[in-house]
């Protein structure tokens, strides 16, 4: 089998006080107090089930973690206690030496607190879920904190000892204008963040928002923020790696890249969705498998109690499905994350985790090449700054023929990996 790809693990915490109008993550508003030594416990069974002979990730145990992300949710309701005993579980059963360990936060002053505790933890990367600095928009958003809670909760960051910060904004916030939101970025400038979130609000299906839509900024407008925000960011040396993510130089988010160069990821939680690969039946071939666990928590809870009572008899009962990527799709999904990158992909970095050509990636998206939009250099394919415009329209071609035909989207695999609302980031 060709080199395994790195390895980072996913977990996933499903609980915010409030679920925001504009959020389609797999997140639940707050009833009572959590159990968290029970969840804690069920995420660290949920991994074991998954590395046992007939798991999901079988041959995983003793791979060496690159990253841990924690996601949600809002991971930093829990206590700085709970977090330090999942990281335990997790090097007793992984190398994590120099591992980058992520954890997502919301700006409200009970959390931010325990910032100095969760760097003590074994955090050692930040994401904080600001949005926005002004308190009409935050309103708008249904955030729950202030602007200058935001300030606040960046600066004790910082003063914990965070010094791999991320920063999520968004901007085309209703009632917004350009000069409102370069006066946000500005505000997150003055930190001097490592790395950057920057995303255009967008209406999802299943959100309050998708049903009673809000009056956001037309297309024009929103374009003009986005060249504008770009611009700002980059001229204070955070260059723009990825579609939505900026970094200081060494600062790109490793748990990011991993997912968008095809990489394996573990994923334990309500909703986590994982990617393993391994050997085929012969040394040139490899299998990978996607994997994703139920959504809601009272049900993924329930399968792992069960799973104690039968004393893990059989498949994983948190998992709600896994199936193989056939070959007629593991191309698609390979450039589905690869594109997004400005640097794009080497011929190697497919051959070796997607076991295609750059011939044969070049030739699914001739279309967008032929415009422009997609170029290859230094031996490097990637998507020219016009053809990033256009990447909805780049990976459409992509497609294989036969979602083509039936006007179906290929799942997106991806999505606690998109930073809105909090990093991947």
């Not at 997790?90 to 100095?116: K, V, Y």
Request: hydrophobic letters at 40%; proline letters at 5%.
């Amino acid at each position: 089998m060709p080199t395994a790809p790195p390895l980072a693990l996913y977990a996933h915490f499903p609980w915010c006080v409030k679920k925001c109008p504009y959020c389609d993550f797999n997140s639940h508003e707050l009833r009572g107090e959590i159990d968290q030594a029970e969840y804690v416990g069920a995420l660290l069974r949920d991994l074991d089930r998954d590395l046992a002979p007939r798991g999901a990730a079988a041959g995983a145990r003793g791979r060496k973690l690159i990253s841990v992300f924690l996601g949600g949710g809002t991971p930093s309701l829990f206590a700085p206690e709970s977090i330090a005993e999942f990281l335990a579980g997790l090097r007793a059963r992984f190398d994590c030496g120099g591992a980058e360990i992520t954890m997502e936060a919301n700006p409200g002053a009970a959390e931010h607190e325990n910032f100095r505790e969760f760097r003590a933890a074994g955090v050692n990367r930040l994401s904080l879920g600001a949005q926005s600095f002004a308190d009409a928009q935050l309103r708008a958003l249904g955030r729950i904190h202030s602007g200058g809670d935001a300030r606040r909760a960046i600066r004790a960051a910082l003063d914990a000892g965070f010094e791999n910060l991320n920063v999520d904004l968004m901007f085309a916030l209703p009632q917004q204008t350009t000069r409102a939101a370069l006066r946000d970025l500005d505000i997150a400038l003055d930190f001097s963040p490592r790395h950057l979130s920057l995303y255009q609000l967008t209406i999802e299906p299943h959100t309050h928002f998708y049903r009673r839509p809000p009056k956001l900024p037309g297309d024009e407008l929103a374009v003009e923020m986005q060249r504008k925000l770009q611009a700002r960011a980059e001229k204070c040396e955070l260059r723009r790696y990825e579609v939505s993510a900026f970094a200081k130089s060494g600062g790109a988010c490793r748990h990011n890249l991993n997912y968008w160069e095809f990489g394996d990821y573990l994923g334990i939680g309500a909703g986590a969705h994982g990617k393993i690969t391994r050997a085929g039946k012969d040394e040139h071939e490899h299998v990978v498998t996607r994997y994703w666990k139920r959504k809601h928590p009272r049900r993924y809870l329930a399968g792992l109690e069960e799973d104690i009572i039968n004393e893990g008899e059989g498949e994983n009962p948190a998992t709600e499905n896994r199936a193989e990527i056939a070959r007629a799709d593991m191309l698609f999904e390979f450039l589905l994350g690869a594109l997004r990158l400005r640097d794009g992909f080497s011929a190697d970095l497919l051959r070796a985790r997607a076991a295609h050509s750059a011939e044969e990636a070049l030739a699914a998206v001739a279309g967008a090449r032929a415009r422009g939009w997609v170029v290859q250099k230094n031996k490097r394919v990637r998507c020219s700054e016009k053809g990033w415009w256009f990447l909805d329209e780049i990976l459409q071609e992509a497609l294989p023929a036969e979602p083509k035909k039936s006007g179906k989207k290929r799942p997106d695999f991806f999505r606690e990996a998109l930073d809105k609302g909090g990093d991947v980031a």
